[in-house]
């Protein structure tokens, strides 16, 4: 069973397309995330949920916009591609980072290759 | 901010053999978390080994092992007998307790080759 999913796997689509990427847990965990891969292999967070409430955006532009219809939920829309935007995208999940009896590591779906042409 | 460094960006060991990767990182923090994680070509992103701020002991994980040095903000990771499994791009990561805890944050990575 795989723990969190991604899809797609890849996405090359043309500047000013909109595109979505969905992820889901099954894990039963009450945090979800978004980091960014670029192509020099830095991560970097854009988002964070818990509970579907939106706790981190981290300065992401407003044409990336995360949804979390439920806890095991975290889909990624975004508008008016760029260039810049080609990146491979993870979603991740983890226990409440607030419970002090886990260390919360991160769980990471295998990750969407996105390609702006 | 926290930062995590990285200051290897690529290193290459012989089958068998042991390496050390490197991690330093800055924080005004006394409690926290610390992670290594492992990227292999397949592009998925592995936990390889957690340790708490904390503990004193260093954590181990079969051929994993760390070296934290809390005062000096270091935390080396030792592959010990390694496999040809083991290429795969390494990532140092940091994890506030204070802040809610809701950002983790990486280095920018050691790629590890290791020679048949």
């Known amino acids: 069973d795989t723990a969190v999913s991604q899809t797609p796997k890849y996405l090359v689509t043309q500047m000013g397309n909109d595109k979505s990427i969905k992820c889901e847990q099954n894990?039963?965990?009450?945090?979800m995330y978004w980091y960014k891969q670029d192509s020099k292999k830095f991560l970097k967070i854009m988002f964070s949920?818990?509970?579907?409430?939106?706790?981190i955006n981290e300065t992401v532009p407003n044409r990336f916009s995360p949804k979390s219809p439920d806890k095991a939920h975290l889909n990624l829309h975004i508008n008016s591609l760029e260039l810049g935007d080609s990146a491979v995208y993870f979603c991740?999940?983890?226990?409440?980072?607030?419970?002090?009896?886990?260390?919360?590591?991160?769980?990471f779906g295998n990750g969407t290759r996105l390609t702006v042409t | 901010a926290q930062t995590v460094t990285q200051s290897q960006p690529e290193m290459s060991v012989q089958e068998a053999e042991t390496v050390t990767l490197s991690c330093t990182y800055d924080?005004?923090?006394?409690?926290?978390?610390l992670f290594w994680y492992k990227q292999p070509p397949s592009r998925q992103m592995i936990l390889v080994i957690r340790?708490?701020?904390?503990?004193?002991q260093n954590a181990t994980e079969n051929r994993f092992s760390v070296n934290f040095q809390k005062a000096a903000k270091s935390f080396s990771l030792k592959i010990s007998d390694s496999q040809l499994g083991d290429a795969a791009m390494y990532f140092c990561?940091?994890?506030?307790?204070?802040?809610?805890?809701?950002?983790?944050?990486f280095g920018a990575g050691t790629r590890l080759f290791v020679k048949a």
């Open positions: 991740a999940s983890s226990q409440d980072p607030r419970d002090s009896t886990t260390n919360s590591p991160l769980h």
């Open positions: 894990l039963g965990h009450d945090t």
């Open positions: 949920y818990n509970n579907k409430e939106l706790i």
């Open positions: 924080t005004s923090e006394s409690d926290y978390y």
């Open positions: 340790q708490e701020a904390y503990k004193q």
């Open positions: 990561a940091y994890r506030s307790v204070y802040t809610g805890g809701f950002k983790t944050i």
